[in-house]
């Protein structure tokens, strides 16, 4: 198996904080891989120091072969291969469902604005919004939004998808469309790293569970292992608070 | 003398009619420049500005915060008094045109800053993720959402500062105002006085009416 994001001993500090304290992480092609922990442990800085959104302060990150760090690197170019779908949606909106999804299409990737649009209408049929590319953001539901913002990181067909709590910020009824797309992006054979505290999803969905915990990973194993038989005393409290409602 | 004599006299009125319209016409001509010029400057510093290269921006913030402290007049003044003896001797018209462009472009600048730093942060993270570079997002994703912001302050300013236009008459700039008051002095009649303010409504109401069109043309729900 290939690895697609290979990351190691990163580490990173807000001024005198230490929020990440030299994190490993690989991800080999077509794996799930689900980090939960509690809030402040660090995930959401890993995931986004993966794509750089986040400068690291240590530590080597290669994404499908491309080292993330090396300042040759054209960045622009490499964040086209990773998605990352955030939890507040963050689609433009001043543009349609449609104009979201083409933007870059157009941009980055460089095609016509007729290849563009067919792309885009193929990614918004993927999220099962074919019917909605007119819809500027205000006219969706926080559950179409968020679809939207799928098929806009997945229209330029990236070689791994980051989610950032994709669905923490929907309401109850709402989640089970998100997850359905990410569930048949999985089964399109995505590569996928998913922060998030849907542990029904996970359990169901993941390969692997990563638990983080103060800026470190503390455990990791099949969502059963994890779940079920976690070898640490913090692990399983954070389970435990976690199935408690 | 009545009222109407006094301020609506019809011959002085119909004498001084032509030195009215050119002034109107001075006064289109120096409105158009210092607005566009001067918008345009205040876009450009505000996108520089966008840059964060420290030592440039305090620069563009002491440029800004002096040209909004200073009163429009001074301004004049000083360009008009002061630049001759640097050798530059500019017209009444260009250190009136140069002296309210700075204004504007002083005003503007904040008010685009202003509209910039109001887009949330990951409007900006999610088109980087896409790939788009610092200058597409700046141009495709913020700044479309910061202009629909600055409207509303930016029309407001900018008519503020157009009716400044009439400061150019301390500086024998023969525009409306500057007209108007030369006129009077010679028919020792108001009329034309009035006459100038009849100017400035019929140039100005039209220019409000039509920014009040365009605030709610722009104005979109999220």
């Known amino acids: ?245 | 003398m009545s009222f109407t004599e006094t301020f609506f006299n019809a011959k002085v009125m119909l004498k001084y009619l032509p030195d009215i319209l050119s002034g109107v016409v001075v006064t289109i001509e120096l409105a158009l420049l210092i607005v566009v010029t001067g918008i345009a400057a205040g876009l450009a510093l505000a996108l520089l500005r966008s840059l964060a290269i420290r030592p440039l921006n305090w620069l563009i913030v002491f440029v800004v915060d002096l040209f909004r402290s200073l009163p429009p007049l001074v301004v004049i003044v000083l360009i008009y008094f002061g630049l001759p003896s640097v050798d530059l001797s500019p017209s009444g018209f260009v250190s009136t045109w140069l002296s309210l462009a700075f204004v504007l472009m002083a005003f503007s600048e904040e008010i685009f800053w202003a509209g910039i730093t109001s887009v949330a942060k990951g409007q900006w993270e999610a088109a980087r993720s896409t790939g788009l570079s610092f200058g597409q997002t700046l141009m495709s994703v913020v700044l479309p959402q910061a202009l629909r912001l600055t409207i509303p302050p930016l029309t407001n300013r900018t008519i503020a500062i157009t009716k400044g236009t009439a400061l150019g008459t301390v500086v024998a700039v023969t525009e409306i105002l500057g007209q108007a008051s030369s006129a009077m002095s010679n028919s020792y009649n108001p009329s034309p006085l009035m006459m100038g303010a009849a100017a400035y409504i019929v140039l100005f109401f039209p220019v409000v009416v039509a920014a009040r069109w365009v605030e709610t043309k722009f104005a979109w729900k999220r």
């Open chain 1, 1 to 245: 198996m290939q690895l697609i994001v290979d990351a190691r001993g990163v580490h990173k500090y807000f001024g005198a904080l230490h929020v990440l304290k030299g994190v490993d992480l690989r991800v080999t092609e077509r794996e799930l891989v689900f980090v939960i922990g509690p809030s402040g442990s660090g995930k959401s800085t890993l995931l986004r120091c993966l794509n750089r959104l986040e400068e690291p302060s240590a530590g080597r990150i290669v994404v499908d072969g491309i080292d993330m760090l090396d300042p040759r690197t054209d960045l622009n170019r490499a964040r086209q291969r990773i998605g990352m779908v955030f939890q507040s949606f963050n689609l433009y909106p001043h543009m349609t469902a449609l104009g979201n999804v083409t933007l870059a299409l157009r941009k980055v990737a460089g095609k016509s604005r007729a290849e563009a649009e067919a792309l885009g209408r193929a990614a918004l049929t993927r999220v099962g919004l074919a019917d909605r590319a007119g819809h500027t953001p205000g006219q969706l539901s926080g559950g179409q939004q968020q679809r939207v913002a799928i098929a806009r990181s997945i229209a330029l067909e990236p070689r791994v998808m980051l989610f950032d709590e994709p669905t923490s910020a929907l309401d109850p009824e709402l989640v089970g469309s998100v997850l359905e797309v990410m569930r048949s992006l999985r089964e399109s054979g995505m590569t996928m790293i998913v922060v998030s505290h849907e542990m029904g999803f996970a359990r169901n969905a993941a390969d692997r569970v990563v638990f983080m915990d103060e800026g470190a990973i503390v455990e990791e194993g099949p969502p059963g292992v994890i779940f079920e038989k976690p070898a640490h005393e913090r692990t399983r409290a954070f389970i435990g608070q976690i199935q408690r409602h």
